[in-house]
């Protein structure tokens, strides 16, 4: 199946400071991406839709001046912490549909552990 | 809005059926999925149903729907200990929308 990567990991930062996160569909493309967000023991968060060449769509409440998503091309979005807080930490997923196919399936990234002290 | 509700826990004996229900508002909803995550792991879409069918089993796993009720169940038989995970209930109104997920509902398998 479709492949999603993310880079990094996990991280871990110090407060003040900005994180980027990765998300790349690595064998097809995407003109949309979504970013979640999932605190220990609960739900994935849906954060906002990245869509490609134009801005991201924030869900209610995601501060989008705090969390920047660029999706510069068809296979890359990223994901940016700014001036990152110890509330902040958190597990980033990522996930893509494959462009243009006919299926129901959309593919995750193995998520981005952000630890910021 | 949106919204997806299941029960947190569930604890089943080894090679029991596990069955663990999931309820939703959104009578748009077209896709309704079940997705595992094991510790420290990603997402593993389990298995999926289209808001037009009522029933679909694959191997170990029965999906049931029912769309009046806005209810969705699976059924896990013969449930053994790699089973254990957290089981996640989403839906969405098009393949390529966002994808609205329930709290998670996990699974302790008993000996």
């Known amino acids: 199946g479709a492949v999603v990567s993310q880079h990094p990991s996990w991280v871990i930062c110090k407060s003040g400071t900005s994180v980027k996160i990765e998300c790349r569909s690595l064998?097809?493309?995407?003109?949309?991406m979504f970013w979640y967000r999932q605190f220990p023991k609960q739900s994935l968060m849906l954060m906002a839709t990245?869509?490609?060449?134009?801005?991201?769509?924030?869900e209610q409440g995601v501060e989008k001046d705090k969390f920047l998503i660029n999706h510069a091309s068809l296979t890359l979005s990223t994901l940016t912490v700014t001036s990152a807080h110890p509330e902040d930490s958190s597990f980033y997923i990522c996930?893509?549909?494959?462009?243009?196919?006919?299926?129901?399936?959309?593919?995750f990234g193995p998520g981005t552990r952000l630890t910021v002290t | 809005g949106e919204d997806v509700e299941q029960s947190l826990f569930l604890s089943v004996r080894e090679g029991d059926s596990s069955v663990i229900n999931c309820t939703y508002t959104d009578s748009s909803s077209t896709y309704l999925y079940w997705y595992k995550q094991e510790p420290g792991a990603g997402l593993q879409l389990l298995t999926y149903?289209?808001?037009?069918?009522d029933m679909k089993q694959d191997q170990r796993l029965t999906v049931l729907l029912n769309k009046k009720d806005k209810h969705l169940s699976l059924r896990i038989a013969d449930t053994q200990t790699g089973d254990s995970a957290i089981y996640f209930c989403a839906e969405s109104i098009r393949r390529d929308d966002k994808i609205i997920f329930g709290k998670g509902t996990r699974l302790h398998i008993l000996p």
């Open positions: 149903i289209f808001s037009n069918m």
């Open positions: 064998d097809f493309q995407a003109t949309t």
């Open positions: 996930s893509a549909g494959p462009q243009g196919e006919v299926s129901y399936e959309q593919y």
């Open positions: 990245s869509n490609e060449g134009s801005k991201a769509t924030y």
